[in-house]
């Protein structure tokens, strides 16, 4: 599976942005998907997941309620709406497939594919 993410920009703080993730091959309907985000000098940090049947969505503290994961198996693509962004929202995000058991959804090992990054910024 290859991976690209895009849509990322520059928006005010309280703004929405949405961003996404194409994905390549057949076998885009058995994995799980997830974004992951990265601020420079600190590790990568769960922001959402969706299970390959799109019927769980799971989200970290941090961004539960403004964020909102979803997939299109027609165009093998996923989302992440994010609304009411923050400051500390900015970072590059990637997205990611794999199947982690749910012990491991929320780290980063748990995931076999990822994509590039795409990076928002949010100004105060």
């Known amino acids: 599976v290859q991976l690209q993410a895009s849509g990322g920009g520059l928006v005010q703080a309280g703004g929405s942005l949405r961003i996404s993730c194409a994905a390549s091959g057949r076998t885009f309907s058995r994995y799980g998907m997830a974004w992951f985000r990265q601020v420079r000098g600190k590790e990568r940090e769960f922001v959402a997941a969706?299970?390959?049947?799109?019927?769980?969505?799971y989200y970290s503290d941090s961004v539960r309620g403004r964020f909102t994961i979803s997939r299109d198996g027609a165009k093998n693509t996923i989302d992440l709406q994010m609304n009411s962004l923050k400051p500390e929202d900015t970072a590059v995000y990637y997205c990611?497939?794999?199947?982690?058991?749910?012990?491991?959804?929320?780290?980063?090992?748990?995931?076999?594919?990822w994509g590039q990054g795409t990076l928002v910024t949010v100004s105060s």
């Open positions: 990611a497939a794999g199947n982690p058991i749910l012990s491991f959804l929320r780290q980063s090992s748990g995931y076999n594919y």
């Open positions: 969706v299970r390959s049947s799109g019927s769980n969505a």
